[in-house]
């Protein structure tokens, strides 16, 4: 017995060298720009856009793809020339371990990476219009905090969110605000598109006040992110009370479900100060147009995707494109080094 201890150790020692050698990567890949997008709807290529779809087709196509431990199942990694996608999952959990696992393979260097959150959401009313494009200042996490149903509130308010200290090491992040500024001069000008459905949609939503039937424009803003997809004026109310809490520099500006949690795996990993978020409007968060909680939700299967959407109108395909106008950019210039 005490033969084949000492062989069975006498093989561990061998192999120990072996396995640390397996866990890194002599010459890693350098990556200059990591590109989420969160969803893709259909093909990579050639169908339908969703976040991803253009900046595959102009910049990955035809280069590498990966599997990812610990990424989203089935979803793979592409790199090409330095520029590497991967589509998340929607959602916090989804879009950080996700983030984290691309981050941590040792077979690519993300070593001085610029990290691109790109996709879309819900905006807010008065600051925007569907079919905006914004780069964002900071993140806020929705979910963290006190949340009350208004019908158990004792005090009339507009709002039912309460802040807790406690939670303030994840619960926003301000991002790099001369990265930020270095951005938007490069893309404020970038021209983007609406369409006539989307431009009427608006006007009869909001009694064509100046603000709603404006052309869409590149913005700062904050984005305000929670699991829970919401709309209505109390949690548009509450998501401003987050932006002044926590001394956001731009005013809210978009609801989503990704980038806070994106910015707290960055922030862990020494990253957050290469973080660029770039998202794009293609619905409002409140309720428009005759539409409420009941016929929108329940049972009701309507794609913001859809040019029949009830909730988004036409805007999504020339909203995607918009993300794409300003997003490349901003990789172009971190590609020859003017970032």
């Known amino acids: ?60 196509a035809g280069g590498e793809e990966y599997d990812i431990e610990g990424g989203y199942p089935g979803h793979k990694l592409y790199v090409k020339d330095g520029v590497a996608l991967y589509v998340t999952g929607m959602g916090k959990v989804n879009s950080s371990m996700s983030a984290t696992a691309v981050l941590l393979d040792p077979r690519f260097d993300f070593s001085d990476a610029y990290v691109i959150s790109t996709g879309c959401g819900g905006t807010a009313t008065e600051y925007t219009v569907m079919g905006d494009v914004f780069v964002m200042s900071a993140c806020i996490d929705y979910d963290l905090g006190h949340h009350a149903d208004p ?6 308010s507009d709002t039912t969110w309460f802040h807790d200290a406690g939670y303030d090491d994840a619960s926003h992040k301000i991002l790099n605000q001369e990265l930020v500024s270095t951005v938007y001069d490069l893309v404020k000008d970038v021209e983007i598109q609406t369409t006539e459905k989307t431009r009427n949609f608006m006007s009869a939503a909001f009694d064509g006040a100046e603000w709603a039937v404006r052309d869409p424009e590149v913005l700062l803003g904050t984005t305000v992110t929670g699991d829970n997809y919401w709309k209505g004026m109390y949690d548009e109310a509450n998501a401003r009370l987050m932006t002044e809490t926590y001394g956001a520099p731009d005013p809210y500006a978009m609801s989503e479900m990704e980038d806070a949690a994106i910015a707290v795996a960055l922030d862990r990993l020494g990253m957050l100060d290469r973080y660029i978020i770039i998202r794009d409007s293609v619905n409002m968060d409140v309720f428009m147009n005759g539409t409420n909680p009941e016929n929108l939700w329940a049972g009701v299967e309507d794609s913001l995707s859809s040019e029949d959407s009830v909730e988004a109108a036409d805007i999504f395909a020339t909203a995607m494109e918009n993300n794409y106008k300003v997003g490349s950019v901003v990789i172009d210039a971190i590609l020859n080094g003017t970032l």
């Open 1 to 60: 017995m005490r033969k084949i201890l000492i062989t069975v150790l006498a093989f561990a020692t061998l192999l120990m060298p072996v396995v640390a050698e397996s866990a890194t990567v002599e010459n890693p890949e350098k990556i200059e720009v990591l590109i989420l997008p969160k969803f893709e709807n259909g093909e990579m290529a050639g169908d339908f856009p969703g976040e991803a779809q253009y900046y595959y087709e102009n910049y990955l």
């Open 151 to 156: 019908r158990e509130m004792t005090i009339e």
